[in-house]
């Protein structure tokens, strides 16, 4: 699901999500696969354990070591995000930032205007060297990415553009709740910041996507009619699936079912057309129509407008706190004054760090919730375990359980793989014949 999908430079948070990628094929995925040899006694514990061993070593300690170096960027991103927010309060730079602001106008929303784009320019600036690492050189290391820099480096831009331009207008508004309601402020700005959200859900597909890929309608109806039907049996208003040219950037699999109010589109990308079976893609596109069904992305921005007000409520108190003891060190006047933002950013982004486990598990409880409807939906089994291999080539398969607690935002892919062995299992002891990964021909590109 792609809400605060992993996806594009501005990330909206609710940007998605979601949604499952892969990037390389597995051996051992075909016909001939350990898993696909069960019979009608199928022991699913033995069956996942199959489908794991079948993934070569070499694979297996690559994607581990990809995935685990997340870790670490998660920690590194946190200390440059904090390391930049004291610099500009210690250094006094975000007071002169505000000081140059005030010289330039009298009107505050303009002073708040000059103040964002200056600050976000200058966080982007500080921060590009990770983020070049992290987005860039680190996924050519792993094979995951195949953009050049220059296009790479486009992107980033582009992605600048829609920041400064949003995040302006999102701190204007802000900051005008801040003069109005000093002491309220907390309760506002959460109803703020969710009307933002939803209103990025609702252009994101209309006017920031296309800024990065291109979006045709898919003219393969052996794909597209079993998608379709899919869809209408489940009511999603909807009447053609959309291609998009992902692989110019990645190889990773991506779909998604997204928009709201008469945007709603299902899209997938091209590298999923090319490395997975039909079998394969109805499982991916049951599983993003699950999220669509069973309301994620409502529940999720209501889960999100809950944090926030509790953050906001805690900031609050931190904040006044931090300004009454060091305020005149920082030359920060208050909650209203500008000056004071890189001290909200770093209340807010130790708070996110701290909740990583809790936001990660709301997030996989949701995806597991699509995976269960996926697999009743599309009854592929074998297929759905396919893709979660696929998944493993950028995801730790079998993590501990206080690892997938505290990094997993979607379920493992030893996760994945029993509970389809489990579907498995208990529709072959009634006596049904599940749809298999492996009687659906290689879908091929012409």
Known sequence: MSVLSDENPVQTSIQSATSGDAA????????DSPALQQSTSLNPAAATQAWLDSVPKDRRERSDAYFE?????????????????ILLLSSRISARLRNFSERLTRYKILQVACYSLLYLL???????????????????????????????????????GITLITGTIFFIVL???????????????????????FVLVFIAPVFIEPLFNTYKPLTKPEISEPIL??????????????????SRQTTRVSANVSGILGTTRIALNDNLLKQCTISEIRAVMAHEMGHYVLNHGPKLLTYLGLFILMGFALTRVLFDAAV???????????????????LLALLFSTLLFLATPILNTVVRVTEREADAFGINTSREPNAMANVALKLGAYRKLNPTPLEEFIFYDHPSGRA??????????????????????SQNQKQTEE
């Open 24 to 31: 390389v094929k597995v051996n051992g995925t075909g016909n």
């Open 69 to 85: 170096g997340g870790y670490w960027l998660l920690l590194w991103n946190y200390a440059l995000a904090a390391g930049v927010s």
């Open 122 to 160: 200058l966080v982007f600036i500080v921060s590009f060297p990770l983020n070049v690492y992290e987005h860039f050189f680190r996924e050519h290391q792993f094979g995951l990415a195949t953009r050049t820099f220059p296009a790479w480096f486009r992107e980033q831009l582009i992605g600048l």
């Open 175 to 197: 900051y005008a709740v801040f003069r109005r309601a000093a002491k309220t402020w907390w309760i506002w700005g959460t109803g703020v910041a969710v009307v933002f959200s």
């Open 229 to 246: 039907a899919m869809a209408r049996a489940n009511e999603i208003p909807v009447k053609q699936v959309f291609e998009v040219d992902a």
């Open 324 to 342: 009454r003891r060091w305020g005149d060190k920082w030359g920060v006047r208050g909650i209203a004054d500008p000056a004071g933002l890189p």
């Open 416 to 437: 994945r793989i029993r509970m389809a062995m489990d579907w498995k299992a208990a529709n072959l002891s009634a006596g049904e014949s599940p749809r298999s990964g």
